[in-house]
Every structure is written in structure tokens, then in C-alpha cells.
């Protein structure tokens, strides 16, 4: 991932939590400016802010960097729930999944 594509997924995860650049800079312990300078490529972060923007927004740095995950948080919890069913109940929502996105 470029420094580029970093500053767009950083945006577009920070917009779909719905909190605001200002605010998610002051939530992470940084100047107001802070997370606007990283999302227009003016700055990037240190690893160890990088940590607490990872924790803010409800990810580990794994899901932050998979960029096929349009909802990583929520990928994560139905990845959870998935691991509870039975094999019969796993194989009813894989149908389902399946068919919902060869309807697309």
C-alpha cells in the first residue's frame, strides 16, 4: 500500500465510523489537524500512532491494510458469529452469501 492509497482508506474508514477529522485527531491524542494532514498526504503517522488510529476506528492493522474489506469491523464480527454455527447452519448462510452475490 502507497502512501496514496493509505491516506484514502484512512478517510474512508474515519467517514464510514462517521466522526469527524477534528475529532478523531483530538480522540488519538493529536492537534486538530492531525488525521487531515495523513488523509491529504501532507503527513503520515508513526507506527505507534498508527496503533491508537487502528484502535480508534475498531480494527487491528490487518483489517486496516485489507482494502477488499469495505467494512472491516464488521467483517470481523460476523467472521466471529460464522465460527459459533453448526455445520448445517454454515453451509444455510454460505448459500445465502452465494446467491446474494451471483445476483449482483
Same mark, same amino acid.
Given at each position: ?19 469527524s ?31 491508537f488510529?487502528?484502535?480508534? $476506528?475498531?480494527i487491528?492493522?490487518?483489517?486496516? @491494510?485489507?482494502?477488499? /474489506? !469495505?467494512?472491516? +469491523?464488521? &467483517? ?5 458469529? $460464522? ?6 447452519? @454454515?453451509?444455510?448462510? /454460505? !448459500?445465502?452469501? +452465494?446467491? &446474494?452475490?451471483?445476483?449482483?
Open positions: 500500500m502507497f502512501e496514496e492509497e493509505f491516506s484514502l482508506r484512512l478517510a474512508r474508514l474515519r467517514t464510514e465510523k462517521g466522526v477529522a477534528r475529532d478523531m485527531s483530538l480522540s488519538v491524542g493529536q492537534n486538530p489537524a492531525y488525521i487531515n494532514a495523513i488523509e491529504t498526504g501532507k503527513a503520515m503517522p508513526s507506527m505507534s500512532a498508527f496503533f488510529i487502528c484502535d480508534y $476506528l475498531g487491528t492493522p490487518m483489517e486496516f @491494510f485489507d482494502t477488499d /474489506a !469495505e467494512q472491516p +469491523e464488521e &467483517l470481523r464480527k460476523l467472521t466471529k458469529n $460464522l465460527k459459533r454455527l453448526d455445520k448445517r447452519q @454454515f453451509r444455510n448462510i /454460505a !448459500e445465502i452469501v +452465494e446467491s &446474494l452475490v451471483s445476483n449482483k
